[in-house]
């Protein structure tokens, strides 16, 4: 039988993975599979210069990397902590679930859909030919 202060921790790590999961997949994954296509498309199209297309390259690049950095870190200062989160089924649990809700949510949700059009049109403005 697992103790409360078991329990509390489990849902702890799965909350702060489905965090994790939500925000890296929001700032890597949707750039790349929606703003990078989209841009290129709207540049072969002559619609809008090049450099859009760049910035939704470097977002993810950025975050990428500053994740590692902050892992990497932990791993070096806390090695007891990085490991506990390595092997914390709790955590990569919840790390997959909250990417998977972000994409479930902009593949399945029209308002969401709507919003990020809009935010694409506004990104690109200044960037029309």
């Not at 939704?56 to 975050?63: E, K, S």
């Amino acid at each position: 039988m697992k103790t409360i202060l078991e329990v509390a921790i489990f849902f702890f790590f799965l909350s702060l993975g489905f965090l994790l999961g939500l925000f890296y997949a929001a700032n890597t994954l949707l750039p790349v599979f929606y703003g990078i296509p989209k841009a290129v498309f709207a540049y072969f199209r002559g619609q809008i210069s090049f450099k859009p297309v760049l910035l939704y390259l470097i977002a993810p690049f950025l975050w990428t990397v500053s994740f590692l950095v902050v892992f990497v870190a932990l791993a070096l200062l806390w090695n007891s902590a990085f490991e506990y989160l390595r092997e914390s089924a709790a955590f990569k649990f919840g790390n997959a679930l909250g990417g998977l809700a972000l994409l479930l949510n902009t593949l399945f949700n029209k308002k969401t859909r709507t919003h990020m059009r809009t935010e694409f049109d506004e990104f690109i403005l200044p960037y029309r030919k």
